[in-house]
């Protein structure tokens, strides 16, 4: 299987700890994408980080990319009840298609 | 409203009979994608389309055959070749890199949850 994997597959806080989320992938890639899922609905793009890029911030996300470990990490500064959801990452491999990963499963507890 | 719409949410159909689902979009985009998502799962390509009247088999494209004859519908056919049908289908689309070269940002319709009784 080409998809990507992502650890851990779940994960529990409390509201405003940290959470962090990382996945690997097995091409080498042109971008890597964080997306997140609402249960039952369609994907939301939260950011996207190139592959000449190191770490890039959006808001509470902060995501980092080593392309030389094929691997990327995405991170949630103090969580609030409304992050629970699942996040999914997509790396672009230079075919015009989004490989996507296994998925992690945020709840944040109030 | 900009956006993509997947009509209906929820679908049943009886085992051997093919079903069509809708995904229609108004961003002006030139690729659309369809994915299949399996409980806990993430997402499979199952076909794309860059532009057109053209499309690529994605990595699970056994069983489904699309078409694309307007740039803002790609509707996706579940045929009763398909195995194991039952799942939550999603589509996108994106803009075409001029090159074709690459993907960028990916906007998602709100699925499709097809069950086969």
């Known amino acids: 299987s080409q998809q990507g994997e992502e650890d851990p597959q779940a994960l529990s806080i409390q509201e405003g700890e940290n959470a962090t989320m990382n996945c690997s992938y097995k091409t080498s890639i042109n971008n890597l994408q964080w997306y997140r899922q609402n249960s039952g609905r369609g994907l939301v793009h939260l950011i996207l980080i190139r592959s000449n890029e190191r770490e890039k911030h959006s808001g509470r996300l902060r995501v980092t990319l080593d392309t030389s470990k094929k691997s990327s990490s995405l991170l949630i500064t103090a969580s609030r009840a409304a992050d629970t959801a699942s996040y999914f990452c997509?790396?672009?491999?230079?075919?015009?298609?989004?490989?996507f990963g296994t998925g992690t499963r945020l709840l944040v507890s109030p | 409203d900009g956006g993509i719409t997947q009509s209906p949410k929820y679908l049943f159909r009886k085992e051997g009979q093919n079903v069509t689902l809708s995904c229609e979009q108004n961003l002006n985009h030139d690729a659309m994608y369809w994915y299949r998502q399996d409980p806990g799962q993430g997402l499979r390509l199952i076909y794309y389309s860059q532009i057109v009247n053209d499309f690529q088999k994605g990595d699970i494209a056994e069983g489904y055959s699309v078409s694309r004859e307007k740039k803002e519908s790609f509707p996706l056919t579940v045929t009763s070749a398909q195995k194991n049908p039952t799942a939550f289908y999603l589509c996108?689309?994106?803009?075409?890199?001029?090159?074709?070269?690459?993907?960028?940002?990916?906007?998602f319709g709100p699925g499709t949850r097809l069950t086969v009784l």
């Open positions: 997509a790396s672009e491999g230079g075919f015009q298609k989004l490989v």
């Open positions: 996108a689309s994106s803009i075409r890199d001029s090159w074709g070269r690459r993907t960028d940002t990916q906007y």
